[in-house]
Nanobody, 120 residues
Framework: QVQLVESGGGLVQAGGSLRLSCAAS????????MGWFRQASGKERELVAE????????YYADSVKGRFSIFGDNTRNTMYLQMNSLKPEDTAVYYC?????????????WGQGTQVTVSS
């Protein structure tokens, strides 16, 4: 079991950057498949980026590919989402989530969310 807390959201102008953090307590994040999700107003929650520890690989949604980067710092038990070249359509609540490696598609653990707002 792992507990997740996001931080780093805020207001930024289009073209700017933000770095979201996801601090994990309990088991280290490196024992899980880690994902960043977002949910915009009136929209379904969508997977933005995923770190597959067992495969040593990453996944990015087409809408953020080339702009966002997911990575972790094992020494601090923290995962990050670096967001560059932000667009107004990136505005959403962003959630950190974790899935046990035995069930990589089943995200059972979620943070509380952090708001990202990108102005035009």
């Amino acid at each position: 079991q792992v507990q997740l807390v996001e931080s780093g959201g805020g207001l930024v102008q289009a073209g700017g950057s933000l770095r979201l953090s996801c601090a994990a307590s309990g088991r280290t994040f490196s024992k899980y498949v880690m994902g960043w999700f977002r949910q915009a107003s009136g929209k379904e929650r969508e997977l933005v980026a995923e770190l597959r520890w067992s495969a040593g690989s990453t996944y990015y949604a087409d809408s953020v590919k080339g702009r966002f980067s997911i990575f972790g710092d094992n020494t601090r038990n923290t995962m990050y989402l670096q967001m560059n070249s932000l667009k107004p359509e990136d505005t959403a609540v962003y959630y950190c989530a974790a899935a046990e490696e035995a069930t990589p598609g089943q995200y059972d653990y979620w943070g509380q969310g952090t708001q990202v707002t990108v102005s035009s």
